[in-house]
């Protein structure tokens, strides 16, 4: 379960890599794909859109992490989503490596010991939340 002092951490460690949004998702998606290049085949080839989607969506995550009871039916239908686009569930692991790398590039000396715990437990949660929801999407298509 997050702490508050995981929401303090992260929001206020995502605040400072929020006013460089566009160089932070430059990073991860170049991370991304040269940590796992067969997921380059899931996304567009103008990436510019799913970009401000990636920082969108975290921006949004962190604003709701002291509501989970409401940020968690979105979380579901994301991993829903991506179940759709051929996510599996090793690839939620490359995206959490990649994540923290990118954090801490972002935000260099920042980065501390207890930012990377908060921020590991925050995607941690995100990600079983987005997991769950492809379970469940995967299950009502087989009970049909």
Do not use: C
Request: hydrophobic fraction near 55%; proline fraction near 3%; avoid cysteine.
């Amino acid at each position: 379960m997050l702490t508050a002092d995981d929401i303090m951490l992260v929001r206020a460690s995502f605040a400072r890599v929020a006013p460089t949004k566009n160089t932070a998702a430059d990073l991860f998606y170049a991370r991304l794909f040269e940590t796992a290049p067969q997921l380059r085949r899931m996304f567009p080839a103008d990436m510019h859109a799913q970009k401000q989607k990636l920082m969108a969506m975290l921006a949004a995550a962190v604003a709701g992490l002291s509501d989970l009871d409401a940020l968690i039916p979105k979380v579901k239908a994301l991993g829903a989503r991506h179940l759709g686009y051929g996510a599996r569930a090793a690839d939620y692991n490359v995206v959490g490596e990649v994540l923290l790398w990118t954090l801490e590039r972002g935000l260099a000396d920042a980065f501390t010991p207890e930012v990377r715990a908060a921020w590991t437990r925050v995607y941690g949660v995100l990600a079983a939340t987005m997991q769950a929801g492809a379970v469940e999407l995967a299950e009502m298509h087989a009970a049909e």
